[in-house]
């Protein structure tokens, strides 16, 4: 009897755990958004920057931890959000904020769906290669479609009305900063409930043994794409929150460098977990950001040295061997 009061109580006790593990995230980018606003009120397009990026390292992590797809090619994504947006405010008139991030949305999982069609037609080394034939071709026809996209000097003349008519987009990026860190809530808390549901569940059984599932009868490949959409909408919102604060969409945001700090970004934090991508941004582009002003000849080397740090003592990511050191002291100390 007893026995069969603690397995129905298990279920109860995890829901809590997980419930305040929310709260505590929540809880947690509050307080850096907010250190952040008081300790660089002057430097708030970087921070905003930063929220975009975040945006685009979750969405990687939802494929490549979650789901084992090798990509160096995640900027497509990114860029066809950005895009999506601007082409909605520049050529359609289209300049309530909040279109045109659902515009993103739908850009980047438009992009998510061509990308992920495309991408696990193969496995490892030639689905990388895949991956960044992608990047290079969205980055071209972008170049090339210049009468839409504006072609190598960029996207220009968007423009985004005032948040619910009454917070206007100013040039000291309050509005943007503010809008930037409550999609990014919206985003991670609606992740959480994503990897955690049975769908989630099934694209890590997907990356363990992917044979397994489909001799259970579930479609790898299906499910695979349709993560590949999700993540593509959450790169377009990083994207369009992007083109909204800096009100210009250019090829960068298309380009191989971006796909691949995305990733270094990943590795750093720690791969299969949301925390890992946030806590990997947060260092990567702050690292960079001061090591570049005190240092702009050589502070390339000086982020090599960090990431090869990295790797060789803690290969799970800054935020994965820390978690995991904790997860193993509680352990002890239960036993």
Known sequence: MALTLEREAAPIVTRHRTFGQDLIAVAAIVVVAAAGYLLFPDNLALLTRLIAIALLVLSLDLVTGYCGVATLGHAALFGAGAYAAGIASAHYGINDPLLMTLAGII??????????????????????????????????????????????????????????????FDLYGHTAYFYGVALLLIALVLLRFLVRSPFGMLCRGIRQDPLRIRAMGASPKVALIRMYMISGAVAGIGGALNGISTQVVGLDSLS?????????????????????????????ML???????ANPFHWLTIVGALLILVVLFAPKGIYGTAAAYV???REEMRT
Not at 287 to 293: I, K, L
Request: glycine share 14%.
């Open 107 to 168: 850009g980047g999982a438009v992009a998510g769906l061509i990308c992920g069609v495309v991408i696990l037609r193969a496995h490892g080394l030639p689905q990388l290669v895949l991956s960044i034939a992608l990047v290079y071709l969205f980055h071209e026809f972008a170049n090339k479609a210049s009468s839409w996209t504006g072609g190598s000097d960029g996207l220009s003349g968007i423009s985004a009305d005032p948040l619910f008519g009454a917070f206007e």
């Open 287 to 293: 690292f960079e950001d001061y090591v570049s002003a």
């Open 327 to 329: 997860a193993r002291r």
């Open 256 to 284: 191989f460098t971006q796909s691949a700090e995305a990733l270094v970004m990943l590795v750093l934090g720690g791969t299969g977990s949301l925390f890992g991508a946030l806590v990997g941004t947060l260092i990567f």
